[in-house]
Nanobody, 111 residues
Framework: QVQLVESGGGLVQPGGSLRLSCAAS????????MGWYRQAPGKERELVAG???????TYADSVKGRFTISRDNAKNAVYLQMNSLKPDDTAVYYC?????WGQGTQVTVSS
């Protein structure tokens, strides 16, 4: 069983930045792809960004050029650097890997 623990959410003004972190433990094979999803109130959970073991990344169109996903395979960790944040980025952000989800971390973008 895999455990995923996120951190780094919070309240930020529009145009600001946040960095999310997710650490995997348990029966985690570090060659698993990892990713970040988000779910806003009243909306379905959506993929924000994903990254392979080799570092190939994909992004939702809505975050391209603003968000950067990265990973540290030695630490079984994945990160999401979020810049130029907008109110529409407000959501609970979830880490995903090996068919497991983290508990989620709230990101609120508001003035």
């Amino acid at each position: 069983q895999v455990q995923l623990v996120e951190s780094g959410g919070g309240l930020v003004q529009p145009g600001g930045s946040l960095r999310l972190s997710c650490a995997a433990s348990g029966s985690f094979f570090n060659r698993n792809p990892m990713g970040w999803y988000r779910q806003a109130p009243g909306k379905e959970r959506e993929l924000v960004a994903g990254i392979t073991w080799g570092g190939s990344a994909t992004y939702a169109d809505s975050v391209k050029g603003r968000f950067t996903i990265s990973r540290d395979n030695a630490k079984n960790a994945v990160y999401l650097q979020m810049n130029s944040l907008k109110p529409d980025d407000t959501a609970v952000y979830y880490c995903y890997a090996a068919n497991s989800w983290g508990q989620g971390t709230q990101v609120t973008v508001s003035s």
